[in-house]
C-alpha cells in the first residue's frame, strides 16, 4: 500500500549541511509515523529519528540531537531530514521507514515500508 522514496544523499566535507526527502504515496497519513535510520559498512541498522504524522511529535537519538532537524509536508506527503554540523561518523546509508502507527518507535522491526536508501558520505 505504502511507497517510499529517499532522496538528497550526497558528499559532503566535516561541517557542512545536507537536507534529505523521503517522498510516500498510498494509504492514510492520520495515523502514522516516519522514520529515518542509517548503516555504516560493518554495522547494524541505527536509528536517528522519528516524527508522528499528524502531532509532529518527535524522537531524536542522542547522536544526532541538536545537529539534525526533521519536518514534514502535509501536502507533498514528504518529510524532510535537515543535516547540520556533519562529521565523518554520520556516513552511512539512509532510510526513510513508515510505521503504522502513530506510536514512536526507536526499533526497525516496528516499521512496515522501507525506502532503498539513500548515500551520505562526510569526508574529514
Known amino acids: 500500500q505504502v511507497h517510499v522514496v529517499e532522496s538528497g544523499g550526497g558528499l559532503v566535507q566535516a561541517g557542512g549541511s545536507l537536507r534529505l526527502s523521503c517522498a510516500a504515496s498510498?494509504?492514510?497519513?492520520?495515523?502514522?509515523?516516519m522514520g529515518w535510520f542509517r548503516q555504516a559498512p560493518g554495522k547494524d541498522r541505527e536509528f536517528v529519528v522519528t516524527?508522528?504524522?499528524?502531532?509532529?511529535?518527535?524522537v531524536f537519538a542522542d547522536s544526532v540531537k541538536g545537529r539534525f532537524t526533521i519536518s514534514r509536508d502535509s501536502a507533498k506527503k514528504t518529510v524532510y531530514l535537515q543535516m547540520n554540523s556533519l562529521i565523518p561518523e554520520d556516513t552511512a546509508v539512509y532510510y526513510c521507514?513508515?510505521?503504522?502507527?502513530?506510536?514512536?518507535?526507536?526499533?526497525?522491526?516496528?516499521?512496515?515500508?522501507w525506502g532503498q536508501g539513500t548515500q551520505v558520505t562526510v569526508s574529514s
Open positions: 521507514a513508515v510505521r503504522r502507527s502513530y506510536r514512536l518507535s526507536r526499533y526497525s522491526h516496528d516499521y512496515d515500508y
Open positions: 498510498g494509504g492514510t497519513f492520520n495515523s502514522i509515523s
Open positions: 516524527i508522528s504524522w499528524s502531532g509532529g511529535t518527535t
